[in-house]
């Protein structure tokens, strides 16, 4: 690709203490301005490990970062101004409503009063939530829960949005607008980093991908070409398996 990286990972390894394994060992990648770019592996492989690294959660053991031409370890803070977080897990106060939460994100984010309101409530109606704009969280399903949860790490529209499976475990109905809004963000400028162990959605969504396995990127490529590549493999699920194997993960 003829642009520069928007992420460059080089030599990034991460060990945990008490850990004889690498979680992740020495992976190098780019990715480019614009792309949706998907990090897939089974359970354990270092997805959520290389993510929470490049958001600045966990530091690595060896390697660098640089995002958006700034080092990673020296421009932490101005880093957290362009990126959006959405993590696996849902990240919101079940006590609080739907509007209390995205507001309190909204705050953090430097975003106050009318404005942030008519923001929160465009967003709520496109994921179809309007009307439970008041009711808290704890009552929400876990597709409602999701969008709320993806609604959180987009309000200050960043440059750059890292997503943890999010669409782990909800409704085809949910994954839908999900995915249709990731496709309309990503067509306004936002690249997108996402994990999932989805092969089909990926295969689908991601304009390039990389295959994580027990810390090790073992492929990288455009999906179609990926599989075109290997004929003997009908779809990215059968190559993903014959690359990591059909052993069960913990």
């Known amino acids: 690709m003829a642009e520069n990286p928007i992420i460059e990972i080089r030599n990034l390894s991460k060990r945990y203490k008490g850990s004889d394994d690498l979680a992740l060992n020495d992976i190098s990648l780019d990715i480019y301005p614009n792309e949706i770019f998907g990090l897939l592996g089974p359970n354990g492989a270092g997805k959520t490990t290389a993510i929470s690294i490049l958001c600045g959660l966990f530091a690595p053991t060896h390697g660098e970062v640089r995002i958006d031409g700034l080092d990673l370890k020296t421009h932490l803070n101005s880093i957290k101004h362009i990126i959006g977080v959405v993590p696996q897990d849902i990240a919101l106060y ?7 939460n995205l507001t309190f994100f909204g705050n953090m984010f430097g975003l106050k009063g009318k404005s942030l309101k008519s923001l ?3 967003r709520l109606a496109i994921f179809g939530l309007e009307r439970f704009a008041n009711k808290k969280i704890d009552s929400f399903s876990g597709g409602m829960k999701r969008r709320v949860n993806l609604i959180a790490g987009l309000l200050h529209n960043p440059k750059i949005l890292f997503l943890d499976e999010p669409t782990a475990g909800i409704d085809v ?4 607008v999900i995915l249709e809004f990731l496709h309309e963000i990503n067509n306004n400028g936002t690249t997108i980093i ?6 089909e959605e990926a295969e689908n969504l991601c304009s390039r991908v990389s295959i994580i396995d027990r810390g090790n990127i073992v492929s990288t490529g455009n999906p179609k070409k990926l599989v075109a590549e290997h004929p003997e493999f009908k779809n990215l699920e059968n190559l993903y398996l014959y690359l990591t194997g059909k052993g069960l993960r913990d």
Not at 94 to 100: F, K, N, Q, R, V
Not at 173 to 176: A, H, M, P, V
């Open 173 to 176: 109905q949910s994954k839908i």
């Open 194 to 199: 996402y994990t999932s162990h989805y092969m």
């Open 94 to 100: 079940p006590t609080l409503t739907a509007l209390e």
């Open 120 to 122: 929160i409530l465009d």
